[in-house]
């Protein structure tokens, strides 16, 4: 995959802002996890944000995972404590935004998919830090609440992300560096028949 200057620093620029939002998130959900932790999962979407920007602006294969670590690193940067938690976190929701535009070969963009994901995703990372903090902490309607929240976030999160990505794009901060939305060949070919017709 080759990235030139201009999506490095698009990606980059987009990172640093999600950076940014990591710190912040990070340390409500730690206030979160000592008060309320049934609301952890509330806040995780914002570790969607720079991916999901950058994937519904360029359309391109590699950019969540690119976006996400330049926000883990930014993050990180501000927050050294939490070095790995954000790097990991940055590259971790990156690589599971990019696997299911990566099934169609990074030619289909369609919004359905973008919360799918989001969805799927999210609820993944819920169990990852279920595990982590013990199976046995929640029970009955709490874990019910738990999960949704890791769930319902990220889709939040993902239509707030795809809002700003329409209004970036409408300034021509990606023109040229954009794919079409659908790029499935057979789509391409109907595309190509329908204007030749015209």
Request: glycine content about 12%.
């Amino acid at each position: 995959m080759r990235f030139s200057t201009r999506l490095l620093l698009t990606c980059a620029a987009i990172g640093v802002a999600g950076g940014l939002a990591f710190v912040v998130s990070g340390y409500v959900q730690g206030l979160l996890a000592a008060t309320v932790p049934i609301l952890y999962g509330a806040l995780i979407g914002i570790y969607f944000l720079p991916g999901v920007i950058s994937q519904s602006l360029l359309r391109r294969g590699g950019v969540a995972l690119l976006t996400g670590l330049f926000a883990g690193l930014v993050a990180a940067a501000f927050s050294p404590q939490w070095f790995f938690r954000y790097l990991g976190t940055g590259l971790a929701i990156g690589l599971l935004q990019e696997l299911p535009f990566v099934t169609a070969r990074y030619r289909y963009w369609k919004a359905w998919v973008f919360y799918l994901a989001a969805a799927i995703a999210g609820l993944l990372f819920g169990l990852g830090v279920f595990i982590a903090v013990g199976l046995s902490h929640f029970t009955g309607w709490a874990n019910l609440v738990y999960f949704s929240l890791f769930a319902i976030s990220p889709v939040v999160v993902t239509w707030l992300g795809r809002i700003i990505a329409d209004r970036l794009d409408k300034t021509g901060v990606a023109r040229g560096l954009q794919y079409e939305i659908d790029r499935r060949a057979g789509r391409s070919e109907s595309m190509n028949a329908l204007m030749a017709a015209a």
